[in-house]
T-cell receptor
Framework: NAGVMQNPRHLVRRRGQEARLRCSPM?????VYWYRQLPEEGLKFMVY????????ESGMPKERFSAEFPKEGPSILRIQQVVRGDSAAYFC????????????FGPGTRLTVT | QKEVEQNSGPLSVPEGAIASLNCTYS??????FFWYRQYSGKSPELIMF????GDKEDGRFTAQLNKASQYVSLLIRDSQPSDSATYLC??????????FGRGTSLIVHP
């Protein structure tokens, strides 16, 4: 049973470009979470999605950031017009059920903005 | 504001000793509790989860939950240098979003 998959693993963008991060949950999981982590800091929740629905995006900046989880295909976190402060590790996690279920993390995407 | 507190460490223990990692939380309604291990530069890896008061054992790991005192701990028996990592505690009160602590750095020295 394949784990959570994320790609790309490393992404370099110049300021002002767009970054697209992809996440495929574990087989049978329909709940996806995105987190951001800066060096030496904790995980910061960004958004929680189920298939075709954004359930909670309270941790995601209102501007430049968006997320989707279409009926077919991976979940995508999109960052428009990236700035240096967007440089971080972005982790996706999936869970088998809703409230209170354990989460399984993907390997992450390291975004570097030059 | 839900809070999950962990001592940042580092906690240093000799190889073969028991490492004890602690976590306190503020929301009395919390229902599920998780421990993750994160190696430097890697993603968090689920080690254990616990829902009921008491102990839960899995190999060298034991999670202990005390809801009355609002703490959860992780014991690692026979610690190995490969256990050196940051350990994250996560708490969920039944909503969709768990609250993560900032982690405790564990160093197991030979």
């Amino acid at each position: 049973n394949a784990g959570v998959m994320q790609n790309p693993r490393h992404l370099v963008r110049r300021r002002g470009q767009e970054a697209r991060l992809r996440c495929s949950p574990m087989k049978g999981h329909s709940h996806v979470y995105w987190y951001r982590q800066l060096p030496e800091e904790g995980l910061k929740f960004m958004v929680y999605l189920q298939k075709e629905n954004i359930i909670d995006e309270s941790g995601m900046p209102k501007e430049r950031f968006s997320a989707e989880f279409p009926k077919e295909g991976p979940s995508i976190l999109r960052i428009q017009q990236v700035v240096r402060g967007d440089s971080a590790a972005y982790f996706c996690a999936s869970s088998p059920g809703p409230q209170g279920s354990e989460q399984y993390f993907g390997p992450g995407t390291r975004l570097t903005v030059t | 504001q839900k809070e999950v507190e962990q001592n940042s460490g580092p906690l240093s223990v000799p190889e073969g000793a028991i490492a004890s990692l602690n976590c306190t939380y503020s929301d009395r309604g919390s229902q599920s509790f998780f421990w993750y291990r994160q190696y430097s530069g890697k993603s968090p890896e689920l080690i254990m989860f616990i829902y009921s008061n008491g102990d839960k054992e899995d190999g060298r790991f034991t999670a202990q939950l005390n809801k009355a005192s609002q703490y959860v701990s992780l014991l690692i028996r026979d610690s190995q240098p490969s256990d050196s990592a940051t350990y994250l505690c996560a708490v969920n009160e039944g909503s969709y979003i768990p609250t993560f602590g900032r982690g405790t750095s564990l160093i197991v020295h030979p």
